[in-house]
T-cell receptor
Framework: GENVEQHPSTLSVQEGDSAVIKCTYSDSASNYFPWYKQELGKRPQLIIDIRSNVGEKKDQRIAVTLNKTAKHFSLHITETQPEDSAVYFCAARSFGNEKLTFGTGTRLTIIP | EAGVAQSPRYKIIEKRQSVAFWCNPISGHATLYWYQQILGQGPKLLIQFQNNGVVDDSQLPKDRFSAERLKGVDSTLKIQPAKLEDSAVYLC?????????????FGPGTRLLVL
């Protein structure tokens, strides 16, 4: 089955700096890669996703890049703000299968 | 648009007791998922329904966990009997059925503590 690894497990950045979280996946058939943000005690919320036919997607301060050859994808947050502090999860889904496999999460702390 | 609803939000039980969780997906979403999220970990899929049929329950501990979605809308997840290691947040999610990958929307979760 699919295996998703996520790094780092914790990340602290100064407000205004950029943050990068990386994930690798094992199943070359995976074709959909969402990122979820989960604030303490709240539900995971989709912040951005990318499909395998695209190499990069951007939404304001958030971008995701995908390298299918290397089987890794990354979340980039620019101009970080205190409200970006949360746990971020990557996930991967295989073609023909609705099942999402999640990474172990990255706790991002923005230092004011 | 109303989101995924879950109840109860919190539950404390003793080990060997039974517990049930309820989920109502977003209207029109044919696919429903139950996840278990242990503290400090990512959500792990327990079971996936499409309408009232089970698509994937490979990670459901079937000796103690059961789930149903009899009318293809809301769903219940039951644990009987509970163990200490079942302490977790149980998340329900739903998605449309389409030709490609569809976004999963999560409910607020039920936080279970087994003592």
């Amino acid at each position: 089955g699919e295996n998703v690894e996520q790094h780092p497990s914790t990340l602290s950045v100064q407000e205004g700096d950029s943050a990068v979280i990386k994930c690798t996946y094992s199943d070359s058939a995976s074709n959909y890669f969402p990122w979820y943000k989960q604030e303490l005690g709240k539900r995971p919320q989709l912040i951005i996703d990318i499909r395998s036919n695209v190499g990069e997607k951007k939404d304001q301060r958030i971008a995701v890049t995908l390298n299918k050859t290397a089987k890794h994808f990354s979340l980039h947050i620019t101009e970080t703000q205190p409200e970006d502090s949360a746990v971020y999860f990557c996930a991967a889904r295989s073609f023909g299968n609705e099942k999402l496999t999640f990474g172990t999460g990255t706790r991002l702390t923005i230092i004011p | 648009e109303a989101g995924v609803a879950q109840s109860p939000r919190y539950k404390i039980i003793e080990k060997r007791q039974s517990v049930a969780f309820w989920c109502n997906p977003i209207s029109g979403h044919a696919t429903l998922y139950w996840y278990q999220q242990i503290l400090g970990q990512g959500p792990k899929l327990l079971i996936q329904f499409q309408n009232n049929g089970v698509v994937d329950d490979s990670q459901l501990p079937k000796d103690r966990f059961s789930a149903e979605r009899l009318k293809g809308v809301d769903s219940t997840l039951k644990i009987q009997p509970a163990k200490l290691e079942d302490s977790a947040v149980y998340l329900c999610a739903s998605s449309l059925v389409g030709e490609g990958p569809e976004t999963q929307y999560f409910g607020p979760g039920t936080r279970l503590l087994v003592l």
